[in-house]
């Protein structure tokens, strides 16, 4: 049983160009989770979803930022425009039940680094 | 609201005990302990659900104080692979987590 994939693993970006953040969650999961980390800096919850509903985007910037997780296919974060306070390292978690409430453990993946220049 | 964890940074000896907290402002159902290494995706050590709950496995445990919303994760004889980043992610009811800004962990052999 394959981990949470991501790809790609670094990506570097032109201010202004889109970046696209792909994430294959474990087998059997369909809880999706997107963080954000910036170096000496926690994980900052940015959106989950589900299979086709993006269930909390509280943590998401509402402009140029947005999320999906599709019916067939891996959950895509898309930043568009992209600007310099965008790189970091973006963390995508799969779990098979919510995590916030039950015994339900997330499983990351190893990230994309995101270097907008 | 973001769990408050501390302290920053611990340097031990190899051998020595460590403890790290986590504290929230709100109240919690369920708290999550990772490790991350440098440059490496966050790994996961235990959940802990509300009712004064304590787990553990190896030398690495952990209580929860629902009452209080703090959590301790507790190291004990550390090695020296138990350096790392230590999350603590809190769980209020709703379906996702929010993680601390972390504690860094460094020991020294």
């Known amino acids: 049983n394959a981990g949470v994939m991501q790809n790609p693993r670094h990506l570097v970006r032109r201010r202004g160009q889109e970046a696209r953040l792909r994430c294959s969650p474990m087998k059997g999961h369909s809880h999706v989770y997107w963080y954000r980390q910036l170096p000496e800096e926690g994980l900052k919850f940015m959106v989950y979803?589900?299979?086709?509903?993006?269930?909390?985007e509280s943590g998401m910037p509402k402009e140029r930022f947005s999320a999906e997780f599709p019916k067939e296919g891996p959950s895509i974060l898309r930043i568009q425009q992209v600007v310099r306070g965008d790189s970091a390292a973006y963390f995508c978690?799969?779990?098979?039940?919510?995590?916030?409430?039950?015994?339900?453990?997330?499983?990351f993946g190893q990230g994309t680094r995101l270097t907008v220049v | 609201q973001q769990p408050v964890q501390s302290p920053q940074a611990v340097i031990l000896r190899e051998g020595e005990d460590a403890v790290i907290n986590c504290s929230s402002s709100k109240a919690l159902y369920s708290v999550h302990w990772y490790r991350q290494k440098h440059g490496e995706a966050p790994v996961f050590l235990m959940i802990?659900?509300?009712?004064?709950e304590q787990k553990g496995h190896d030398k690495i445990s952990a209580s929860f104080n629902e009452k209080k919303q703090q959590s301790s994760l507790y190291l004990t004889a550390s090695q020296l692979s138990y350096s790392g980043t230590y999350f603590c992610g809190t769980g209020g009811g709703d379906d996702k987590i929010i993680f601390g800004k972390g504690t860094r962990l460094h020991i020294l052999p």
């Open positions: 979803l589900q299979k086709e509903n993006i269930i909390d």
């Open positions: 978690a799969s779990s098979p039940g919510s995590p916030g409430y039950t015994n339900t453990e997330a499983f």
């Open positions: 802990l659900l509300k009712g004064g």
